[in-house]
């Protein structure tokens, strides 16, 4: 059973940074394409990054420039580290692992930008 369990979400205000988490297990990781989405109040999910198994990166939106993706295949985990936080930035955030069987989500921490 694949399970993704994020973590580092929080209130931070404009300007500060954040890093979150996400650790799988049930997956062969280092094979899994892994993905940052996030979903605005009132709005749809919408990609923020991604990584592949080989490590390139991709982003989209307003996280490009500000936000990076990494992964480490040793611990199962994938990071997005997030800084110049914006207000538009609110949302719940989630990972995703696409491995050939299928997609799979987190549950999403959310993360809030307030001054």
């Known amino acids: 059973q694949v399970q993704l369990v994020e973590s580092g979400g929080g209130l931070v205000q404009p300007g500060g940074s954040l890093r979150l988490s996400c650790g799988a297990s049930?997956?062969?990781?280092?094979?899994?394409?892994m993905s940052w989405y996030r979903q605005a109040p009132g709005k749809e999910r919408e990609l923020v990054a991604r990584?592949?198994?080989?490590?390139?990166?991709a982003y989209a939106g307003s996280g490009k420039g500000r936000f990076t993706i990494s992964r480490d295949n040793a611990k199962k985990a994938v990071y997005l580290q997030m800084n110049s936080l914006k207000f538009e930035d609110t949302a719940v955030y989630s990972c995703?692992?696409?491995?050939?069987?299928?997609?799979?989500w987190g549950q999403g921490p959310p993360v809030t930008v307030s001054s």
């Open positions: 995703q692992a696409s491995i050939p069987g299928g997609d799979y």
């Open positions: 049930g997956v062969t990781f280092s094979s899994a394409a």
């Open positions: 990584i592949l198994s080989v490590g390139s990166t």
